[in-house]
C-alpha cells in the first residue's frame, strides 16, 4: 500500500458528471496506489495481512462507470474486455476471488462469492470526462455512480473508468496505474485507461494488449474486497494490502465463463504467500 497525498481534503466544487446532482463527498486521506510495472519496488520477506478493525465486503459488488462521452468510441473494446471480466468474477469458474474468503471482520462474517460481482456498468456520457480530473474530481464521479446505480456502502465498489487520452490524478506520469479509496460513501476505484501507459501497466502481458485492465482492475477489486476503507481492513506490517504484496509477480491467465483474462496473485495467510487459487 502506497498512501497518496490527502484526495480532495478541502472539496467544495460542484459534482462532475451526468445525471442528477450529488453531494460532494471528501475522499479520503488514504489512497491506495497500484504502481507501474517499472516502479514497483522489490519486497523483502513479506509478513501476513493483519486485521485493523474495519470491515471487509461480505457480497462483494462492481460498479463500471465509463466516464464521459469519450465512450462513446471504443475501439479497442475496453468496455466489453472490464464488462465480461467482472461477469466471470465471483461465479463458480472463479477460483481467484476465493481467495479473500479467509479474511473476516469483526462481525464475524467474510467476503462470499455466489455469482457474478457485476452489479451494473453505465457510461456517463452526458459531457466529456475531464482532461486532468483531480482525485476529488474522481470522488465525485464515484458518487454520481453510486446514485445511479443506487448503491453506498464497503459493499459496493464503484469503477471510475477515465477514457483514452485524459489523465486522471495526473496518471501517467506519477508512477501508479491505478488506486482505490473509501469517500464516507462508496469504495471507489480510479482506474485510468491503462493501454495509455503500454506495458507499465501491463499491456501484452500475458495474451494480449488489454492485459492491463483486467490485472490492474483484479488488483484493486481484491484489495476493496479486504480492505474497503483503508487502511482499516486486512493490511500487512509495511502497509501494503493483498494486491501489493503480489504486485507484477507471476502473473497469468484466469479461465473464466466469460473468457480468459490476465491476473495477478494476491496474498494469502492461509499459503503464507502469493496464490492464484483458494
Known sequence: MTLGATAGANATTPSIGHGATVTVQKADSHKVVMPTRDTVRPHAAASNLVYGGGPVEHSPKVYLVFWGSQWDSDGNGVQSYLTNFFSGVGTGSDSWSTIMTQYTDNSGSRPSFNGSVLGGTWVDNGAAAPSNASANDISNEANNGAAHFGVSGPDADVFVVS???????????????????????????????????????????????????????????????????????????????????CAWMNLSALSLSTGSFAVQPTWSNAAGGCATSG
Open 163 to 245: 477514457p483514452s487520452g485524459t489523465s486522471p490524478d495526473g496518471f501517467p506520469n506519477t508512477g501508479f496505474c491505478a488506486w482505490h479509496d473509501w469517500n464516507g460513501n462508496v469504495a471507489f476505484t480510479n482506474m485510468p485507461y491503462v493501454l495509455d501507459a503500454g506495458a507499465s501497466c501491463g499491456a501484452n502481458s500475458v495474451q494480449n494488449q488489454l492485459d492491463g485492465f483486467s490485472i490492474v482492475g483484479g488488483h484493486e477489486y481484491a484489495e476493496a474486497v479486504t480492505d474497503p476503507e483503508p487502511p482499516s481492513g486486512w493490511v500487512a506490517s509495511d502497509g501494503e494490502e493483498n494486491g501489493d504484496l
